[in-house]
């Protein structure tokens, strides 16, 4: 298990974990918060990348579609990385909630899931999920 998961998820039998808290880098957040103002009105999408316990990049997934009303990727497409732990993606509508296509899709991809809201800019636009689209707090860190 990587140090990430033992960081961020409860002790206890691997069916019961939480994910307690999500730690971000401020640049992320700033890049991410820009890329979806860039794609604006279509859907940005993108993945999350964790060294230790903090999110540290954003991956574009090769094929990845920015459309209006959606934002895919395709996983086969995607390398073997065991430091990519999840999803980001816009709602241009302002919803910070997760869809049932969002659950049923994307949140089956790793376990944390970030939902960008217009008009992306500032941290509060940042709403993030586990993987079955409960919150989770986060933080952002230098």
């Known amino acids: 298990m990587s140090r990430f998961l033992r960081k961020i998820l409860g002790i206890g039998e691997p069916r019961e974990y939480q994910i307690v808290k999500v730690r971000i880098k401020k640049e992320v957040v700033e890049g991410v918060l820009e890329a979806c103002r860039n794609v604006h009105p279509r859907e940005f999408i993108g993945l999350l990348r964790a060294e230790k316990d903090v999110i540290t990049e954003i991956i574009l997934a090769p094929a990845s579609v920015y459309g209006n009303g959606l934002a895919q990727f395709h996983p086969h497409m995607l390398p073997f990385d065991f430091s990519i732990v999840g999803s980001i993606h816009s709602h241009p509508s302002g919803s910070g909630r997760p869809s049932m296509q969002d659950i049923n899709s994307m949140f089956n991809f ?13 941290y509060q636009d940042l ?15 230098e």
Do not use: A, L, M, W
């Not at 790793?110 to 500032?122: A, D, E, K, L, N």
């Not at 989770?136 to 860190?141: C, G, L, R, T």
């Open 110 to 122: 790793g376990f944390i899931h970030i939902i960008v809201t217009f008009p992306y800019r500032t």
């Open 127 to 141: 709403h993030t999920y586990d993987k079955k689209g409960k919150p989770i707090q986060s933080e952002i860190v």
